[in-house]
C-alpha cells in the first residue's frame, strides 16, 4: 500500500524551520475548525432563544431538551461524514476534501440564520433545523480526520507535535468568537430581542468565516506526504482489490484506541459548550458573565495549546495527556463544588480556565497521536472516524445528559462526575497504548 510517514522517510519535510507555506497551510486548516466549533458553540450559547423559536413545548425544560436532542442528532451522521469525506481525503486529497467540507458547513450555519420560527411555519421549522444539523454533523465528520492530515503531514520533522495543536489551538478560537459575540449581542439587544430573533446575527457572522476558509483552502499545496505517497500500479491494484470494511478490519484496534483516546477530549470540549447553559439556569448567573467564562475559556486554550505542542516536541506526548487527564479526574468535581457554592463569574472563569488548560495539555498531544495511529491512506478516515465515534456516543450527547441527570436528580455537581468519570476513562486507553510506541516518549518519532 501507501507510505507512511515517520522519522525514517525521505518524504518527510526535513527543515524545522517555518517557513510563509507552512504558516499558510496552518491557517487554511485552521480555519474550518474554527468555523465548525463556533456554530457548535454558538447553537449552544443561545439553546435557550433557539429553543423558543423552534421547540415550543409545555416547559422550559422539556423546550430546552428538545434542542439538545436536536443538537445531539447532529452528531448521529457524523461516523457516516468521517466514513464518506475521509475517504475522499485519503484518495483525493486533504486540500480538495476540506474546501468541500467547509461549503457543507457553512450551508449548515445558514439554516438557523434563515429558518422561520415554529409560529410561522410550525412543523416543519424543526425538521429544517434538525436537517441543518445533520449536514453539519456529517461536514464536520470529515472535517477533522483531513485537519489532522494536513497539519502533520505538512509539519517539519521536529514539529510534528507543535503543527497538531493547531487543531485544538482552533477550536479554542471558536469558543472565544463565540464568547465575544455573545457577548456583544447581549450589550447590543435586551434578553426580550435576543429571544425575539437577535440571536440569529451570531450565524450570521459565522457565514463571513466561510468564502474566506474557501479561498484559503483553495490556494494551498496539497501535504508533502500525500504527494509523495502516490501509489505504484501493483499497490493501487491492491487497494482497489480492498473493501473498504475491510480497512476498518485491519485497523481496528487502532480504531478503538482512538475512540478510548477521545473520550474524555470530546466530553471536556462539550461540557465547556455546556457551561452557558450551566452558568445562566443552573448558577443563575447573567449571560454576560457566561459569555466572560466561554472568553476566557477559548483564550487559555489559544495560548496553551501551542505551547504544550512545542513541549510534546521535546518531551513526548504521554506526558502533558496523562497529565491532563489524571489531573482533571481528581479535581473535577472540586471545581463544581466550587462553583455551586460559589456562584460568581470570578469562580466561573476560574473554573472554566483551569479546564481548559488541562484539556489543552491533552488534546493538544492527542491530534498527533491520532495521526500516527494511522498510514497516510487511511489517515483522515481513521482519524475521522474514532473522532466522529467519540464525539457521538460521549461528547455531542453531553448536553442532554448533563441536563437530564441535572433534572432527575437536582445535583448540580453531577457534570463535575461525568466529566472525572470521562478522565478516567481515557488515561486507561492511553495506558493501553504499547509502550514502544515513540511518538509517546519522543520528539524524534
Not at 474557501?214 to 509523495?228: C, G, I, K, Q, S
Not at 513541549?311 to 489531573?327: E, N, T, Y
Request: proline share 4%; with cysteine.
Amino acid at each position: 500500500m501507501w507510505a507512511t510517514d515517520n522519522s525514517t522517510t525521505s518524504t518527510t519535510p526535513p527543515s524545522s524551520r517555518l517557513s510563509a507555506m507552512n504558516l499558510r497551510t496552518v491557517f487554511a486548516a485552521s480555519i474550518g475548525n474554527v468555523l465548525e466549533i463556533y456554530d457548535f458553540i454558538a447553537f449552544g450559547i443561545f439553546a435557550v432563544p433557539i429553543s423558543k423559536s423552534f421547540f415550543p413545548a409545555g416547559s422550559e425544560f422539556a423546550s430546552l431538551m428538545l434542542t439538545f436532542v436536536t443538537f445531539a442528532m447532529g452528531f448521529l451522521v457524523r461516523p457516516i461524514g468521517a466514513i464518506v469525506l475521509g475517504r475522499y481525503a485519503d484518495r483525493a486529497g486533504r486540500k480538495k476534501a476540506l474546501s468541500f467540507t467547509l461549503l457543507m458547513m457553512a450551508a449548515g450555519t445558514l439554516v438557523p440564520a434563515f429558518c422561520p420560527t415554529y409560529a410561522t411555519i410550525g412543523l416543519a421549522a424543526p425538521v429544517i433545523v434538525l436537517l441543518g444539523r445533520l449536514l453539519q454533523g456529517f461536514s464536520a465528520g470529515g472535517e477533522i480526520g483531513g485537519v489532522v492530515a494536513m497539519l502533520v503531514e505538512s509539519a517539519p520533522a521536529t514539529r510534528k507535535g507543535f503543527f497538531a495543536s493547531f487543531q485544538q489551538a482552533s477550536q479554542g478560537g471558536g469558543v472565544l468568537i463565540a464568547g465575544l459575540i455573545g457577548l456583544l449581542l447581549t450589550h447590543l439587544f435586551s434578553e426580550a430581542q435576543i429571544n425575539g430573533g437577535a440571536w440569529r446575527i451570531a450565524f450570521l457572522f459565522g457565514l463571513l468565516i466561510a468564502p474566506v476558509g474557501w479561498y484559503v483552502r483553495r490556494r494551498v499545496d496539497e501535504t508533502p506526504l500525500f504527494n509523495a505517497a502516490t501509489p505504484t500500479p501493483s499497490s493501487a491494484a491492491a487497494a482497489q482489490s480492498a473493501s473498504w470494511s475491510a480497512m476498518f478490519i485491519v485497523h481496528a484496534r487502532p480504531l478503538l484506541a482512538g475512540v478510548g483516546i477521545m473520550v474524555f477530549w470530546t466530553i471536556a470540549t462539550y461540557v465547556s459548550n455546556y457551561f452557558t447553559t450551566y452558568s445562566v439556569r443552573e448558577l443563575h448567573l447573567s449571560l454576560f458573565d457566561s459569555y466572560l467564562g466561554q472568553i476566557s475559556y477559548g483564550v487559555t486554550m489559544i495560548i496553551a495549546s501551542p505551547a504544550v505542542g512545542l513541549i510534546s516536541d521535546r518531551i513526548g506526548a504521554r506526558k502533558p495527556m496523562l497529565f491532563g487527564a489524571a489531573v482533571t479526574a481528581l479535581i473535577a468535581y472540586p471545581l463544581f463544588y466550587l462553583l455551586a457554592h460559589h456562584a460568581n463569574v470570578g469562580s466561573l472563569i476560574f473554573v472554566q480556565v483551569t479546564i481548559a488548560f488541562l484539556l489543552a495539555c491533552y488534546a493538544s498531544c492527542a491530534s498527533r497521536v491520532m495521526s500516527d495511529l494511522f498510514p497516510i491512506d487511511f489517515r483522515a478516515s481513521g482519524v475521522g472516524f474514532s473522532y466522529a465515534v467519540g464525539a457521538t456516543v460521549f461528547g455531542g450527547f453531553t448536553p442532554l445528559l448533563v441536563t437530564s441527570l441535572i433534572g432527575f436528580t437536582g445535583d448540580k455537581l453531577t457534570v463535575g462526575l461525568y466529566l472525572s468519570a470521562a478522565a478516567v476513562v481515557s488515561c486507561v486507553a492511553l495506558a493501553m497504548l504499547r509502550q514502544r510506541d515513540p511518538l509517546l516518549h519522543s520528539a524524534q518519532s
